[in-house]
């Protein structure tokens, strides 16, 4: 039967022609030429959001790939982290921002907004109602008719720089506001230039005493009245500068119905001249719908890397919408001089130094699945970040683990190793950086003193070295996350010293990556909490929150062996109890136990309303869990849950996330599953296979070779792997290698509604676990 799929896809240029599947005799529409893939992008998903539930916690980020600027719609109050909500329907301007999470909020944020008639400049008062309706949202371009003073504002970035479009209706009495917020500001309007130059300080922590970001905003209009705002919001009527707490500037003038009045607007972290040369460098005269034209090649160029082709365009939209939020975080936190080089405001010696530096990360969440994204499909990219991981340490000794702009006290773990580890075994390293990176790794391994934060470096490294764990008793919060956090450290840490022929130290941290076993509990199979003692805590409840472990239960970290499934297939008494461990976490209902936080945080609400028993995909620890069945030999129960969470937790819409999106860690989870694998050990060369969601997937690797994964007859029912090729061979293993994926190739599934059972069923299918490596 010849069937049409009139929808088929994502890649709807301009020139189209027909060609057919010789397998599944299936007539399919094809594009000439993969374009426009950002139409499908909504920078709307995960905005619908709040303190008490999220659905991404995420805000409209108007940017370009890892710029160095967002700007973004602002609805809620200056200092609010929950900038832009969706159920909002006033907005207050239009601003620039660094924010990487509501939780750790923003800084150097200043915003434009323009009114009509009666002058309204206080954040209260200037507010405008609009509409979605009347609003455009792409990661290239954002607009929004301002109702209350029928004005249209448009902005389009480049990575350094804005360029606004404020079209007026007819008035005598025409005004663009720039609020330069609070927590020290400056302005200082130059009429004779049209222009406003100026700085402002907010920052929620992570700054020296010396932090800036410099703006500069050029008008293509004469100002005919020029005020500014101090602090209290004192009006200070025909001035042209002030400085303060919390200062602003007022521009105004005649308008015409219709007239277009054009702001280019650049920022530096390191000066006013600088502002003033990434403003030239980056938009200098070009037009509005060029800077919106060079924003969305932009945007098509990394888009066009993995391009997608299937019949189900809602599964299209949300992949490519969660594609978009992977290429944001880290962000680049450099500049160019007059010359070209590269240079930086250092964030954590308040210098200006050469070469890279990166932010607004937190490596808690990211080493999972964003990093290793960056390994496979940006490599060169990914040297450079190592670069600036470099650059972090010699400038404060330190690596970060949460940086924004720098060192933050927020969550757990020595994550920064398997970062590094990961990007040196993958060859994605500059010579000169690894001896400084492999230095800044033990220092974290060995030193527990002179740290800037108590997430930087190892919290309880003294008991960690000398007891084999960090103890629940010696008053360390979250220890048991800890510990395990910090043996997978290890083992990446082993990785990287063995590359480097450094045996004696490998042998050390492998045997130190075995710390995991010291909190297994035999009586429940599950990690627990241990004394400085040796006895186990008590009570124990499982189903308890944070205390032991951080943002889940014990259900969920017990899991988080990344590095040897099969030791705690072991300790658990083999795949048959491993496997039903595994069931027990989605079969049970969604119970829990909050008396840790005295409120019930958003992470277990969000666990409690998925349906999915006691599975927390909403947040971290767990979202590599569902994998593990492969390490069974239970392949097909991978298989069914990974194309449920696809499905029923993810789309393109305001409440498109199960939770938190973290700095690109959720959507990375989706972007790697609906590929159909998933990178559970960072610092190993392979990805286990779930379940692959799309008919085809194209993906362009940096190094001009070509992967594809097939998987032709694939359906809404079809989730079930029947067989696969690699490469016109069968392959029979639950994982597919890095290698095979650089070198280019083919990837084909065959689907199926009922699972294969047989396929991936002997042991040494299984993926790499690092007691498997060691039997073998």
């Given at each position: ?424 075994l993958k060859g994605n390293m500059n010579k000169k950086d690894v001896e400084v990176l492999f230095e800044a790794v033990l220092k974290n391994a060995n030193v527990g003193d002179g740290r800037p934060e108590n997430s930087v470096g190892r919290a309880g490294l003294s008991y960690y070295n ?311």
């Amino acid at each position: 039967m010849i069937r049409l799929n009139a929808k088929i896809i994502l890649i709807l240029s301009v020139l189209f022609f027909m060609a057919c599947d010789k397998k599944t005799n299936t007539v399919v529409v094809k594009s000439q030429q993969a374009e426009n893939l950002i139409d499908h992008v909504n920078p709307l998903m995960g905005t619908d959001s709040e303190f008490s539930l999220s659905n991404g916690n995420t805000y409209p980020a108007i940017a370009t790939p890892w710029g160095m600027n967002f700007w973004t719609p602002q609805t809620a109050k200056m200092g609010d982290g929950w900038a832009y909500k969706y159920d909002d329907y006033t907005i207050r301007g239009i601003k620039q921002t660094h924010q990487p999470s509501p939780w750790i909020n923003d800084y150097a944020a200043f915003s434009l907004m323009a009114v009509t008639g009666d002058l309204k400049y206080k954040e209260d008062e200037r507010i405008s109602y609009f509409s979605h309706k009347a609003e455009v949202v792409k990661p290239n371009y954002y607009s929004v008719y301002l109702a209350d003073y029928d004005v249209t504002a448009e902005v389009s970035p480049t990575e350094r720089a804005a360029h606004f479009r404020f079209t007026f209706p007819e008035s005598d009495s025409s005004f663009i506001l720039l609020d330069a917020f609070f927590k020290g500001s400056m302005v200082k309007i130059i009429p004779e230039e049209r222009k406003i130059i100026g700085y402002c300080r907010n920052n929620s922590g992570g700054v020296p005493d010396n932090f800036h970001n410099y703006f500069v905003a050029e008008f293509d209009k004469d100002f005919e009245l020029n005020h500014t705002w101090g602090d209290d919001w004192n009006l200070v009527k025909n001035s042209i500068n002030n400085e303060g707490e919390h200062v602003g500037a007022i521009i105004g003038f005649k308008t015409k119905k219709g007239e277009q009045v054009h702001v280019k607007v650049a920022s530096s972290f390191i000066s006013h001249e600088q502002a003033a040369l990434n403003l030239k460098t980056e938009i200098g005269n070009d037009s509005f719908e060029n800077t919106k034209e060079k924003a969305r090649a932009a945007w098509e160029k990394e888009l066009q890397r993995i391009v997608i082709e299937d019949d189900n365009i809602d599964n299209i939209r949300t992949f490519y919408s969660c594609l978009y939020r992977v290429l944001l975080f880290p962000r680049k936190f450099y500049e160019y001089d007059a010359n070209g080089n590269i240079m930086h405001y250092s964030p954590y010696n308040g210098e200006v130094l050469p070469g890279y530096m990166f932010t607004d990360n937190g490596f808690w969440d990211t080493f999972r699945a964003v990093f290793p994204f960056f390994n496979m499909m940006y490599p060169e990219l990914n040297t450079q970040i190592m670069e600036g991981l470099a650059n972090t340490y010699k400038e404060s000794g330190w690596l970060p683990e949460w940086a924004s702009p720098g060192h933050r006290d927020c969550m757990i773990g020595s994550n920064s190793a398997t970062i590094v580890a990961d990007a040196f075994l993958k060859g994605n390293m500059n010579k000169k950086d690894v001896e400084v990176l492999f230095e800044a790794v033990l220092k974290n391994a060995n030193v527990g003193d002179g740290r800037p934060e108590n997430s930087v470096g190892r919290a309880g490294l003294s008991y960690y070295n000398t007891l084999g764990y960090v103890p629940y008793d010696v008053g360390i919060h979250e220890n048991a996350a800890r510990t395990l956090e910090y043996a997978f450290a290890d083992f990446t840490i082993a990785k990287m010293a063995e590359k480097l022929g450094k045996q004696n130290l490998a042998k050390d941290f492998y045997s130190k990556s075995n710390n995991y076993k010291n909190l297994f509990d035999p009586s429940t199979n599950l990690m627990r909490g241990k004394n400085e003692d040796g006895t186990f805590q008590t009570p124990f409840n499982p189903l308890k929150w944070g205390d032991a472990f951080t943002e889940g239960n014990s259900l969920h970290y017990t899991w988080s062996v990344f590095h040897d499934t099969q030791g705690l297939i072991d300790l658990m008494g083999g795949k048959a109890n491993f496997e039903a461990k595994l069931d027990e976490v989605f079969d049970m209902p969604p119970d829990f136990d909050a008396s840790y936080y005295g409120f019930t945080i958003h992470e277990i609400r969000e666990m409690q309303i998925a349906n999915m028993g006691n599975y927390a995909h909403g947040n971290q620890p767990i979202q590599h869990m569902i994998y593990l069945y492969n390490y069974a030999n239970a392949s097909y129960k991978a298989q069914e849950k990974v194309r449920d969470v696809l499905t029923k937790l993810y789309s393109a819409t305001p409440d498109g996330y199960c939770g938190d999106e973290d700095n690109g860690q959720t959507s990375a989870w989706y972007v790697y599953g609906a590929l159909g694998f998933y990178p559970v050990t960072p610092g190993i060369n392979q990805y286990v296979i779930g379940s692959p969601l799309f008919k085809k997937a194209t993906l362009q690797l940096e190094n001009g070779n070509t992967f594809k994964i097939s998987a032709p007859n694939n359906s809404k029912d079809s989730v079930f792997i029947e067989g696969v090729l690699l490469n016109g061979k069968p392959w029979n293993n639950s994982f597919v290698n890095f290698e095979d994926i650089q070198n280019g190739g083919h990837l084909e599934f065959d689907m199926n509604s009922t699972p294969n059972k047989d396929w991936a069923n002997k042991p040494e299918n299984t993926p790499f676990s690092m007691s498997k490596s060691v039997k073998e």
